[in-house]
């Protein structure tokens, strides 16, 4: 039985995509807990599945992706009147058996679990105000009056820095900068004092420096709120600056999870210790010689993903395989160390 | 560098180049103001060398490396180019013909792997198009040269017959590269060849791009906004914001003893792989300027926590400040910069 501490329970997740050529395990059995206030990251490449899990969380996965097995139960507790959540438990919901036009679902999205995109053109709509997306928002969860909501938005778009919010207020999002709207999506996540926020790739289409802030108001958002993060990226510096607990995806299962710390100093699995050896570092330039070194890399490509492979998915690329057990014989989650999964035959 | 470095001519050298775009307001389309993409740049690369060329969204780097090969009319500016067959021409100033000429020297491979293959056209097509519309080869010779190609950039030749729907982000970017290998170029620009891979891939991509240039002796233009990748692979790195250079230096000097402001908060902000906190973080406030109505002055003044009175009323000069190290910064001779070891810690 998880704690109270727990906020979300994922449970054997299967989302499968059954489609003329075949079917893809976008994913393929995840157990995953969030916890309360914390900022949990989940790293991995394009086609590792992160992305179709967090939609999952919310059942917006895109047809023709359905849910095929598993449990997402959601702890619900009470919001205090500062907005914050309470340690009492009030429900726990199972989101993966709700009806998708339930009134529970319409509660949960947007108002206990919110979610913020990547790309912050395409997240809003370019023929509404900055104002009218946000006050939608918060009209649909909250009785209140349209000069409230009003207000209430404004407030939320000085909390997220913008400049002058009850100009942007009136504005479109064509007329503001990436870092702007980016801002207005974060605002529009976060009106109604969500529970958890789902950030997937939030800057990844934004300049560094702009990164740099939306990272830092991230943070402070999350102490102000007491909310836990759920933060997905395929960069390893993001999840070094954002995350508590890292979890590593390949192909749709969870490989490697435990602390940030372990996850840079004590990587176990093959595929995280490859991912960062090939990340090119600030260090490599201090260190320059004459002759330039070559980044280490992972051979082989990540496969089709309609390829059945026999034993651990990763094994053709990995350079401790064991023949005749990794490419025979799929490996268990096992727990080598404390707090430190992984699923890998080196360590079962 | 290498010694020979003083001795040679650059491959390339750029100076002054303008790109202005006008704005036009109104029913009769008059031009009211100019966005300033890129505003009186001076840059030289030589040959086999590794020029990077960073700085943020809108700062104009794209707009630079096109506006050097052509793809786009500079408004104004020289760009002197060692081309095997003419010999060093100003390409700014070439006709027609001569064009075509140079653009089996000079090439270019760009940032989406997407959006920059045909996608109704074979692999075949693609790396062989250049080749045929510049009459370089035809028929088994043609198909031969494309199956070299894509041999030294890591694909198999049986694969010409595809379309690009069949590959992935990386295969695609190896395409890219075939087709601007395939006329045995001396430069090429390279636009943000990695940022949209995944970091696997990157790390495949940014070595293949070394060993072509060990082998074919190549020289590279890399313009990129990722410091991490940029201090990996570029020799020199020239810094820009909205339209105009403000750091020029070595690589390991640039990122060891920046002399900017604006570089050192660029080096601040990267997110370090290292979950350690860090001591000393610049942040920047406001945003990037506009280049349609830049401020006064240095356009960077409203930003810069080092600022004084000559910043805001003096455009400063790009100079030579110690051998090799150039900036545009009033106060480059005072200032003391945290460089990325520092700001490491």
Redesign the interface.
């Known amino acids: 039985m998880p704690e109270q501490s727990t906020l979300v329970d994922i449970k054997g997740l299967q989302t499968y995509f059954h489609l003329a050529e075949g079917t893809v395990r976008a994913v393929d059995g995840v157990d995953l807990q969030i916890e309360r206030q914390r900022t949990l990251g989940i790293v991995g490449e394009s086609g590792c599945g992160k992305s179709i899990m967090s939609l999952s969380m919310l059942r917006l996965v895109p047809p023709p992706g359905k849910i095929e097995e598993g449990e997402i139960l959601y702890y619900k507790t009470v919001k205090q009147e500062n907005g914050n959540p309470s340690p009492n438990l009030a429900d726990v919901i199972n989101i993966t058996s709700l009806d998708s036009n339930s009134p529970v679902l319409h509660d949960i999205r947007g108002n206990q679990i919110s979610m913020v995109f990547q790309e912050p053109m395409t997240a809003m709509s370019p023929v509404l105000t900055i104002g009218k997306q946000i006050t939608e928002v918060i009209e649909q969860h909250q009785h209140v009056s349209k000069a409230e909501a009003r207000r209430q938005a404004i407030e939320m778009l000085g909390r997220v820095k913008m400049s002058r919010p009850e100009r942007v207020i009136d504005d479109y999002p064509f007329q503001l900068s990436g870092g702007m709207r980016q801002r207005a999506v974060i605002a529009m996540a976060l009106c109604c004092r969500p529970h958890l926020l789902i950030a997937d790739e939030p800057t990844t289409a934004l300049d560094v420096t702009t990164e740099a802030q939306i990272l830092d108001l991230m943070r402070n958002l999350q102490a102000e709120f007491g909310m836990a993060i759920l933060y997905i990226t395929h960069n390893l510096g993001v999840i070094a600056e954002m995350a508590e607990e890292v979890a590593v995806m390949y192909l749709g299962k969870i490989v490697e999870q435990t602390s940030v710390k372990n996850i840079f100093f004590t990587p176990l699995h093959p595929y995280t210790r490859g991912l960062l050896q090939s990340i090119p570092q600030l260090s490599d330039a201090v260190a320059r010689h004459d002759s330039k070194r070559r980044l280490q890399t992972i051979k082989g490509m990540v496969p089709d993903p309609y390829a059945r492979l026999k034993g651990c998915p990763f094994h053709p690329r990995c350079p401790e395989m064991i023949a005749d057990v990794c490419d025979q014989v799929e490996p268990k989650v096992t727990t080598p160390e404390p707090d430190h999964l992984v699923r890998c035959h080196l360590y079962s | 560098m290498s010694d020979q470095a003083s001795q040679e001519v650059p491959l390339l050298e750029v100076t002054e180049l303008k790109k202005y775009f006008p704005i036009k307001r109104g029913f009769l389309k008059r031009t009211v103001g100019y966005v300033k993409a890129v505003d009186n740049l001076s840059l030289f690369v030589n040959e086999r060398e590794t020029l990077g060329l960073v700085g943020?969204?809108g700062c104009g780097k794209t707009t630079a490396g096109r506006s050097i090969l052509r793809a786009i009319e500079p408004t104004s500016g020289k760009v002197m180019f060692n081309d095997p067959i003419m010999g060093r021409v100003n390409v700014a100033d070439l006709d027609d013909q001569q064009l075509r000429n140079v653009r089996r020297s000079m090439r270019m491979i760009f940032q989406d792997p997407y959006a920059s293959l045909n996608p109704r056209m074979t692999i075949m097509e693609i790396v062989g198009a250049p080749l045929s519309a510049m009459h370089i080869a035809h028929g088994k010779a043609l198909e031969d040269r494309i199956a070299e190609i894509l041999l030294m950039v890591g694909l198999r030749p049986e694969y010409m017959r595809r379309y690009p729907h069949a590959f992935?982000?990386?295969?695609r970017q190896r395409i890219g590269l075939a087709r601007a290998l395939a006329p045995n170029p001396k430069f090429l620009v390279c636009d943000e060849p990695v940022s949209a891979l995944?970091?696997?891939?990157?790390?495949?991509i940014?070595?293949l791009l070394?060993d072509l240039q060990a082998d074919l002796g190549l020289t590279y233009l890399f313009v990129a906004?990722?410091?991490?990748?940029v201090?990996?692979?570029c020799d020199r790195v020239a810094v820009m914001y909205v339209g105009k250079m403000v750091e020029l230096a070595p690589?390991?000097e640039?990122?060891?003893s920046p002399m900017h402001p604006y570089t050192e908060?660029?080096?601040?902000?990267?997110?370090?792989?290292?979950?350690r906190p860090r001591e000393k973080?610049v942040?920047?406030s406001?945003?990037?300027a506009n280049p349609a109505d830049p401020p006064s002055g240095c356009y960077f003044h409203p930003r810069c926590i080092f600022a004084k009175d000559i910043c805001k009323n003096e455009e400063p000069v790009f100079e030579e400040v110690t051998p090799g190290h150039y900036c545009k910064c009033h106060r480059a001779r005072e200032l003391s910069l945290a460089?990325?070891?520092e700001l490491?810690k």
């Open positions: 943020e969204s992935s982000g990386g295969q995944d970091v696997s891939v990157q790390a495949q940014l070595n070394q906004h990722d410091l991490s990748v201090a990996h692979i690589t390991k640039l990122f060891t908060a660029l080096m601040s902000a990267i997110p370090r792989p290292d979950p973080r942040l920047l406001g945003e990037v460089g990325a070891i490491m």
